[in-house]
T-cell receptor, first 114, second 114 residues
């Protein structure tokens, strides 16, 4: 069975601090995909990144970066120089197998204070 | 392009009442999904469909039924609502197949069962 664990329930930082959101996953599939979604206070789900299991290169997009390590089954997300607009719930998710279904972690609430 | 739309946005039901949630997508996506979001639990898959006329159970299917009579629509039905079904319901769609692209989510339906 697939499982995603986001151990940090809630994180509070002050603006301009860097913050890392942890994601650990479990799967028996050899081919799988990992995702991060953002849910701002308005409630919609915003796609941030997709990474397949064969691509362990780290990725950077502006202030966002992702570190994928198969050896530790982790796909961590770092926001550099956080801003108040980064305040949201962040979900890590795993997909693999029939139906391309997503298995979500419980989410991490990020609060960025000015 | 409206993307994924959901009807209604809010609904209050009494225990035992029935209702249908409608999801529509205009991206010609093959796969569609219904999730529910509860505090501290992330999103959990209720039912999904890999094509017109097909449906399958997800992680938490009890108390719900679905139909996919047209490719662009995916209906979620509650035959006899229970307070435990109070939740926010999200519909999603994706291209499907071997692509494992990101899922596009609707804005959500907030359902309260009294």
């Amino acid at each position: 069975a697939q499982k995603v664990t986001q151990a940090q329930t809630e994180i509070s930082v002050v603006e301009k601090e860097d913050v890392t959101l942890d994601c650990v996953y479990e799967t028996r599939d050899t081919t799988y995909y990992l995702f991060w979604y953002k849910q701002p206070p308005s409630g919609e789900l915003v796609f941030l990144i997709r990474r397949n299991s064969f691509d362990e290169q780290n990725e950077i997009s502006g202030r966002y970066s992702w570190n994928f390590q198969k050896s530790t089954s982790s796909f961590n997300f770092t926001i550099t120089a956080s801003q108040v607009v980064d305040s949201a719930v962040y979900f890590c998710a795993l997909s693999g197998g029939y139906g391309n279904k997503l298995v979500f972690g419980a989410g991490t609430i990020l609060r960025v204070k000015s | 392009n409206a993307g994924v739309t959901q009807t209604p946005k809010f609904r209050v039901l009494k225990t035992g009442q029935s209702m249908t949630l409608l999801c529509a997508q205009d991206m010609n996506h093959e796969y569609m999904y219904w999730y529910r979001q509860d505090p501290g639990m992330g999103l959990r898959l209720i039912h999904y469909s890999v094509g017109e006329g097909t449906t399958a159970k997800g992680e938490v299917p009890d108390g719900y039924n679905v139909s996919r009579l047209k490719k662009q629509n995916f209906l979620l039905g509650l035959e006899s609502a229970a307070p435990s079904q109070t939740s926010v319901y999200f519909c999603a769609s994706t291209r499907g197949g071997r692509y494992y692209n990101e899922q596009f989510f609707g804005p959500g339906t907030r359902l309260t069962v009294l």
